[in-house]
DNA sequence: ATGAAGTTAGTGAACGTTAACTACTATTGT
DNA sequence: ACAATAGTAGTTAACGTTCACTAACTTCAT
């Protein structure tokens, strides 16, 4: 885990907004040059490689999501833990939307071999963070027993995923945190069997 | 809604193939002519642009939806015409590989103006689909009153597409259908209320 | 003989990247 | 205290390649 230049973080985030606003075909090094109001030539001087930016960015989104699940409480029941989680993860993206619009982007950096496994270690880092609050739940018996508590991680993070890029393709127009916490506690009213 | 020549089709499926393969930024005239084993000028002479191309894409993702919602029967319980539309979709997906990873690849397409509206109808389509199906079943009281099917149709669409994209990264290797029959049935389980 | 569908050759623009050089700042030996 | 030295972050110019696309010509079935 390499720690990085302030600069190095200024072009990862300037790549993010270019990304978030215009999409992969036009991120370039021209593009990147632009938003930043340098030449193409000085980025070089802080990656080796249009690559290694994406791969960058990609552990800057690892980081991030792995950043905002270390902040929920740990203790109480595991459904509120729950709750608190995606809470804070709206709220995070609303203020970031740059970064909404690109976290939940896995197929836009598929084609590039290199980044394919960091890519699917972050799909996979919702889903098994998520997982493992069910699996407390269930053992705590805030749930049925009996339920795949993979299979409801799957609905939970795909459902928050195509919220967030429905806000996306919206601009931001509605409020995430909002309707979002709608959605999770939708979800947890399904679940939860305790009272 | 413009009929297509048969060409134009074949041109369109090596679209969907490469970009399947290798991400959108590998879809590029070039590729696309070597697909066909035709030189790059002759696939002008079945588009315009490349632009007409992704458009026609879409257009085609979009009709085939549309068909996989119409084939469901239409009668008999809703929850039950709900199971058997997604099990649908996920058997035309395990028999059309490439499909799968693109027609849930929203981003890829969101860079070119000319796209986003269709991009957007299409995501909203299995949405919309979903949605109405779960207000039907609402009406038959089979799922509970006091649930907001928008929310429910979020979390089951949007679990789907995270688990076809799942299947994309795994490179096919586990068995669509019935990982996805596993999640349906897991979701109206939680939702039904007859017994 | 015509029109559809292919070819070869080529366009200007954009691509990622490198070379060569410069201004500025920090460190260091005397 | 100050010149020599080295490092950092930028510049312009240019590299070879690929991009989407066009012009002009050929092939061939109707």
Request: proline share 3%.
């Amino acid at each position: 885990m390499p720690v990085l230049t302030s600069r190095q973080n200024e072009i990862i985030e300037a790549a993010i907004r270019i990304i978030s606003r215009k999409g992969i075909q036009e991120f370039t090094i021209r593009s990147l040059s632009r938003e930043l109001g340098i030449s193409e030539p000085a980025i070089y001087r802080h990656f080796e490689s249009k690559t290694d930016i994406l791969a960058a960015l990609l552990e800057f989104l690892h980081a991030d999501t792995i950043a905002t699940f270390d902040t929920v409480s740990g203790d109480g029941p595991a459904l509120a833990q729950l709750e608190q989680y995606f809470s804070l993860l709206f709220l995070r993206l609303q203020e970031r939307p740059a970064v909404a619009a690109v976290v939940f982007s896995d197929e836009v950096f598929l084609n590039e071999e290199r980044l394919a496994a960091t890519v699917r270690a972050l799909v996979e880092l919702t889903i098994d963070n998520t997982t493992r609050l069910l699996t407390h739940a269930k053992q705590n018996a805030e749930i049925p027993a009996d339920v795949d508590e993979y299979d409801l991680a799957t609905l939970l993070s795909g459902g928050v995923r195509l919220l967030v890029r429905r806000w996306h393709m919206d601009s931001g127009s509605w409020n995430l945190c909002e309707r979002g916490s709608r959605v999770i506690q939708t979800f947890i009213r399904l679940i939860d069997i305790r009272t």
